[in-house]
């Protein structure tokens, strides 16, 4: 899962079920100025977008063969691009490809606002890798008219016609993810995972009628597109000689290179495994892998890769793409192990119903690592931290590995503020809490969410996995019950206890304002005035503060305070509102192990999806100030092979792109693996 809420505008990724995204959540206005370093962090801004670097410490300290080790990782995980795209909506390659073409070769007049609306557009499709955002997951329409859009395909030869055109200036397929209640919600997304005639009703009786072993289930269709021919309902799995194949045995020359440095023999292993998995798409492959994966590790050198996060299938049975190369960070990750070996005590201490707590919290490692490189699902907008593999049957048998992405969260940090905590926090101190506490209640909830949030709880015997029983809801209810776990715990002494805060009840004071303030007021500005809210992870927060805020009204623990016209929320009671999160955590929890679809359902439905209109246009009033974008993203650092008179690699250097279209432009040239028809 990969998880986000850390940092402000990141958000992007895992669970047993997934954590993505938290692929990147905090607002920006939660987060406090800080003071830069001398490298520039900021790329370029557009739209809602800030695009930021980030370094990769420690490099040179590898050896020759643990760099070479990370390049032909990241590599593999590059020649996987083109399937983000594709997965994300069927005509992404066919607009991609024209509007680059428009965009190398036009000669007319660039200083028009038409042609810079054209170049903020593109960057966003490139941004979102697809013409949905990236985050809302709602088509983004160009700010300028068909008519200007056929003058530069026909200036420049290049080729748009149909729906992949029309589609840019109508209202079809306005959502990628469509979780309304009242909506099919397969056939209403416009996300490339089923054929165009395929509904909920199919999806849900065809995976219904698979068997799978009970104890050991794999995750089915993860890697395969559900599409009717001549009426009957057929898989096509991604893999060699399948779909996505001419990516996908690119993505195979690299990692039988890595496979060739790799460390040690548990990593060699856990490389040959996932090779054969892209060979065969077989998903018993897919398990042996990930076993092997988590069981690996005392390499330096680690990865994600795979078809992974289900969060853009509204039925949540299909992976996106993605790639992750990870360095380990050794200093950070000795502070942070004493979670790991604390997760029983955790569990046994938590206001859980005692059958719902497991008597073995299994193998969760936490690490602090440092990226060297992403792909797919994972770039340009990327989680900040990570915990792996998906499947529960695995993470309860052999464990999990839990990641926090070391030197994405310090080019967050350095990149500065924008005033908004200012803004939004209730008084001085609130605004002193966030400034000196914040930044550490924010690391620890990460990994409280990652580490003992995802690994808590059981299901009870007989009930069904919550993908089976609490369907669309299954995502924001189990992010919002690893969001509990946290909470509850960052207003605990045993933190200071275990030497991971100095004080306590300050730090957990400043992750409870943070989060309420997120909650009911800052992510707000993510939307357009009018809109409901449909990320799961958006809506996991929006219900877990507004009952919050709603079960502490008759004892004044939360106050809804109006000043000069604005709206705030000021935390009266900190200790009652542990207890209510510990009461929500409880619910959740029992809403989880006993499959109770009907609770989870009202519960989003009741707080986490409805927006106080009024509110929401005066938050839009008050951000309007800022121009600060609400969401970051990166650019890859490039590394570079330096080779020999043999035509071997004798060392690398680490190149930092000068632009974003840069980067977006080679990875097209130089990784665009899939066929685009006309």
């Keep these: 899962m990969k998880n986000t809420f850390i940092i402000a505008a990141a958000m992007s990724g895992f669970l047993f079920f997934s954590c993505a995204e938290e692929k990147k959540d905090k607002p920006e206005q939660d987060i ?67 509007f680059e073409n428009i965009y190398t070769s036009y000669e007319g007049d660039k200083t028009t606002d038409d042609w810079k609306n054209f170049e903020t557009y593109l960057k966003r499709v490139w ?64 996300i490339n995972f089923y054929g165009p005639d395929v509904t909920t009703a199919d999806v849900e009786k065809y995976y219904s009628s698979i068997e799978v072993n009970k104890e050991e289930p794999i995750e089915v269709g993860l890697n395969s597109k559900l599409v009717k021919e001549n009426g009957k309902l057929v898989e096509k799995t991604y893999k060699s000689g399948g779909m996505y194949g001419a990516a996908i045995d690119k993505i195979i020359e690299w990692l039988e290179k890595a496979k060739g440095v790799a460390e040690d023999e548990n990593q060699a292993k856990a490389l040959g495994l996932l090779i054969e998995y892209y060979k065969t798409g077989s998903l018993d492959t ?6 092997a994966w988590v069981n690996s590790t005392e390499g330096d050198i680690d990865w994600i890769n795979g078809f992974i996060e289900v969060y853009n299938d509204p039925k949540g049975y299909k992976g996106s793409y993605e790639n992750i190369i990870q360095i380990k960070d050794f200093d950070m990750s000795k502070k942070m192990a004493v979670l790991s070996q604390e997760a029983q005590w955790f569990e046994d201490n938590s206001p859980l119903m ?27 907008s990327t989680p900040i931290g990570v915990n792996l593999p998906n499947n529960n049957w695995i993470r309860q048998a052999h464990g999990s590995k839990s990641v926090s992405l070391g030197n994405i969260i310090n080019a967050y940090n ?56 609490l369907k669309s809801y299954k995502s924001t209810i189990e992010e919002g019950r690893a969001d509990l776990f946290g909470l509850y715990y960052l207003m605990d002494p045993k933190l200071q206890e275990l030497g991971l805060v100095e004080d306590w009840e300050k730090t957990g004071k400043a992750a409870y304002d943070g989060y309420i303030r997120n909650g009911l007021v800052g992510q707000l500005v993510r939307l357009e005035l009018g809109d409901d809210v449909e990320e799961a992870h958006m809506r996991n927060r ?39 999160f510990g009461e929500l955590l409880r619910e959740t929890q029992r809403i989880t192990s006993e499959g109770d679809y009907e609770a989870a359902k009202a519960l989003v439905e009741d707080y986490g999806v409805k927006v106080d209109q009024e509110l929401h246009k005066q938050v839009i009033d008050r951000n309007s100030q800022f121009k600060s974008p609400p969401y970051s993203g990166f650019v890859n650092p490039v590394i570079v092979p330096k080779m020999n008179d043999e035509d071997e690699i004798e060392g690398f250097t680490i190149e930092q792109p000068a632009s974003f279209e840069e980067q977006m432009l080679m990875y097209s040239k130089n990784y665009g693996n899939l066929p685009v028809e006309n």
């Design 414 to 469: 350095n990149a500065g503020g924008s005033g908004r905590l200012q803004e939004f926090a209730h008084d001085e101190e609130e605004i002193a809490l966030e400034e000196e506490y914040g930044k550490n209640a924010d690391k620890l909830h990460t990994a409280l969410h990652e580490v003992v949030g995802h690994a808590s709880g059981q299901i009870n015997p007989g009930v069904g996995t919550p993908k089976e029983t």
């Design 286 to 291: 897919w398990d042996d892998y990930a076993v």
């Design 127 to 190: 941004f979102s890798n697809g013409i949905h955002h990236h985050y809302s997951t709602a088509k983004m329409k160009p700010d300028f008219s068909k008519e200007y859009l056929q003058t530069l395909l026909d200036n420049t030869n290049s080729e748009l016609t149909g729906e992949a055109l029309e589609v840019l200036f109508n209202d079809e397929d306005s959502k990628k993810v469509n979780l309304s209640k009242d909506a099919d919600i397969v056939k209403e997304s416009a």
């Design 542 to 580: 929006q219900w877990v503060s507004a009952w919050a805020f709603e079960g502490g009204q008759e004892e004044g623990v939360i106050e809804k305070v109006t000043r000069d016209g604005k709206t705030y929320y000021d935390i009266k009671d900190y200790s009652k509102l542990r207890e209510i």
């Design 32 to 98: 406090a100025e800080v003071k830069t370093d001398d490298f520039k962090y900021q790329v370029d801004t557009f739209g809602d977008i800030k695009v930021l670097r980030y370094q990769i410490p420690g490099w040179e300290d590898l050896s020759l063969k643990e760099q070479k080790l990370v390049y032909y990782l990241t590599q593999a995980g590059l020649e996987g691009r083109d399937i983000m795209w594709d997965q994300n909506y069927r005509h992404n390659l066919k607009i991609r490809k024209a």
């Design 354 to 380: 005692k059958e719902h707590k497991k008597d073995s919290v299994k193998g969760v490692s936490y690490k602090t690592v440092i990226v060297a490189g992403e792909a797919g699902d994972a770039s340009p």
